[in-house]
């Protein structure tokens, strides 16, 4: 994924985080592996939104992730 396009899709979910009601950004969005190999663990709108903030290396699989699932 290019820089532009992780930044626009960036900024689509930064839009629709702030427009969330603060209880919703608890609930989860996502699931990803765990730790250990064969487990699943999910991940709310607040991880995501951690993730995207400080641009870390699961940011942009979150971001192609709900950009797939139409959310951004």
């Known amino acids: 994924m290019t820089e532009e396009k992780k930044r626009e899709?960036?900024?689509k979910f930064?839009?629709?985080y702030s427009n969330l009601p603060l209880s919703t950004r608890q609930e989860?969005?996502?699931v990803q592996e765990g730790a250990n190999p064969g487990t699943k663990e999910p991940?709310?709108?607040q991880?995501?939104?951690f993730e995207i903030k400080n641009n870390t290396p699961?940011?942009?699989f979150f971001?192609?992730?709900l950009n797939k699932m139409g959310l951004i």
């Open 9 to 11: 899709l960036a900024e």
């Open 14 to 16: 930064l839009k629709v």
């Open 28 to 30: 989860t969005i996502a």
């Open 43 to 45: 991940v709310s709108w």
């Open 47 to 49: 991880v995501v939104f």
């Open 58 to 60: 699961k940011a942009e």
């Open 63 to 65: 971001l192609e992730l």
